[in-house]
């Protein structure tokens, strides 16, 4: 049995590093049975980087990587329109809302049905997959949909989440309810696990009368001294809502979240489970601007990782960098996770490895041009544009990072 500290190395960002760069090293003397890396095609990678950023963000004035571009789709700036109507009596009201709504669209950028888009009422901007999960999310956050206060709408309270009713789901989402009633119940199962996390961590999510998923981000600012710790952040979110993360490995009777193990690496018990956290860290790439806005920064934002994700796969499989093997016609359970397992490594450690390319070629430190800008003008761009061409190899991507249909994981739709 492994011990507590081994356990508890798993939702540490440097572990979710250290881990993903020990299997791209195998990767790349060949010694992965299902994907193969030739490190020698970065370069094209880099191109494709460069080009997709000066055309983006010519002026290389690049906002961090999050759900507030989601909320920006169309150049329509959604939460200044919101934020000045509210009105907010001061900065922890606004950074409660405002954390509220980041941890909440980036806990639904789940699973959606094929196909699907969102159209924003509003300014009739469509726009599909994981963004449009981002996008309904706010539009229902502005509706009020997960407030159980009616003369305060911005909010989302545990109560609501926890009774979350599949009819305004299916209207909020715009999915329909009995083509998609499958995936309408496992979001209602999904927002109801959140709720109830934030309900048996009290602790942690509630001040007064109030359960709200911002307050946490609160007690974290009144306890900072000019910056939050982007460890720290990560650390509290992990501690409490790893298990509404459902499907992935297991320690005993601790649910490790966003982590997989490989049946054919390892030896010893966790040695062979390899994290991601994706969402939780996602969650913490979209607070930074929370945070500033109530004049704080958020520190050692350098431990996040890069989404081990299908946009980023993308990139480096059409750049040549990435090849999946071919496999079996009906691979073994255990085969199609380890898989999934090394395309995820394998995609997180290679941006890192293309960051760092970008950054020499710019000839700029880390510090003036973060992962987190990196990934916001270049990296997901590049990776999104590739995925809308088409390409029978990458539209199997999806399936391949998430071939046990995890509910909670952005792809395999």
Known sequence: MANESSVLALFDPREIRRRSHDLLDLAADGKLKHVQVDLSRLGDALLTLLETTKATYPDFHIPPYGVWRDFEAGGVDRWAALAGARSFEGAEHMLTAAADLAILAAYMKTMHPRGWSFEDPMTATRVSGKHASALAAFHMFAAGSFSSEMTDPYRVDAETLIRMDKDELASGLQWDFQDDTDLLEAMQKHLKRLGEALALRSDLF??????????????????????????????????????????????????????????????????????????????????????????????????????????????????GVLTI?????????????????????????????????????????????????????????????????????????????????????????
């Not at 307050?215 to 990560?234: K, W």
């Not at 997989?260 to 994290?275: D, K, Q, R």
């Open 206 to 319: 509630s001040e007064g009368y109030f359960t709200r998923p911002g307050l946490l981000m609160v007690q974290a600012a009144r306890e900072a001294e000019g910056a939050v710790s982007a460890q720290d952040l990560l650390d509290r979110l992990l501690e409490a809502l790893a298990p509404v993360w459902p499907g992935g490995a297991e320690s005993g009777d601790i649910a490790l979240g966003d982590s997989f193990a490989h049946s054919a690496l390892g030896g010893a018990e966790n040695s062979a489970v390899y994290p991601f956290h994706m969402a939780a860290q996602e969650m913490v790439y979209s607070l930074i601007e929370p945070y500033a806005w109530a004049g704080l920064e958020v520190a050692d934002l350098e431990l996040l990782t890069a989404p081990a994700d299908d946009t980023h796969a993308a990139l480096f499989v059409r750049s």
């Open 325 to 413: 093997k071919e496999g079996p016609q009906t691979p073994t359970e255990e085969s199609v996770r380890d898989r999934m397992v090394e395309i995820r490594c394998a995609t997180a450690a290679l941006t890192d490895r293309l960051a760092d390319l970008l950054r020499a070629e710019l000839e700029v430190p880390a510090g003036q041009l973060p992962l987190t800008c990196i990934l916001e003008g270049g990296t997901s761009r590049a990776g999104e544009r590739i995925l809308q061409q088409p390409d029978g190899e990458l539209e199997k991507l999806g399936r391949f990072l998430n071939p046990g249909g995890v509910f909670w994981l952005p792809f395999g739709a």
